[in-house]
């Protein structure tokens, strides 16, 4: 199984069999319950959009959550490219058929 599809597979939420959930550029925080004083409030992860360099700054953005599940996040967001005007980012270019040596 492809590593794109072993991040996802287990995220069908209700989808068919043949539609799996993309969880690409998706990202949760659950309440922290620790009575460590240091410890963090909230953890949780990310799905990356795509490939991200070691120091790269990634925009977040989070919603607080209002679900009475308490196994449900307390804040979901997406992770996303840093918004330009003019529609360029500083994130590495695709390469193209051209870049390829072969």
């Given at each position: 199984m492809?590593?794109?599809?072993?991040?996802?597979?287990?995220?069908?939420?209700?989808?068919?069999?043949?539609?799996?959930?993309?969880?690409?550029?998706?990202?949760?925080?659950?309440k922290?319950?620790?009575?460590?004083?240091?410890?963090?409030?909230?953890?949780?992860?990310?799905?990356?959009h795509r490939?991200?360099?070691?120091?790269?700054?990634?925009?977040?953005a989070?919603?607080?959550?209002?679900?009475?599940?308490?196994?449900?996040?307390?804040?979901?967001?997406?992770?996303?490219?840093?918004?330009?005007?003019?529609?360029?980012?500083?994130?590495?270019?695709?390469?193209?058929?051209?870049?390829?040596?072969f």
């Amino acid at each position: 199984m492809a590593a794109k599809q072993r991040a996802n597979a287990h995220n069908y939420r209700g989808k068919g069999m043949s539609e799996q959930y993309d969880n690409r550029g998706k990202i949760a925080l659950w309440k922290n319950t620790s009575d460590n004083s240091s410890a963090p409030v909230a953890k949780g992860h990310f799905y990356a959009h795509r490939d991200i360099k070691e120091g790269e700054q990634i925009d977040v953005a989070l919603w607080k959550e209002s679900s009475q599940n308490s196994n449900a996040p307390v804040m979901k967001g997406k992770i996303q490219d840093k918004y330009v005007k003019d529609g360029f980012t500083d994130a590495p270019p695709v390469a193209s058929s051209e870049d390829i040596p072969f």
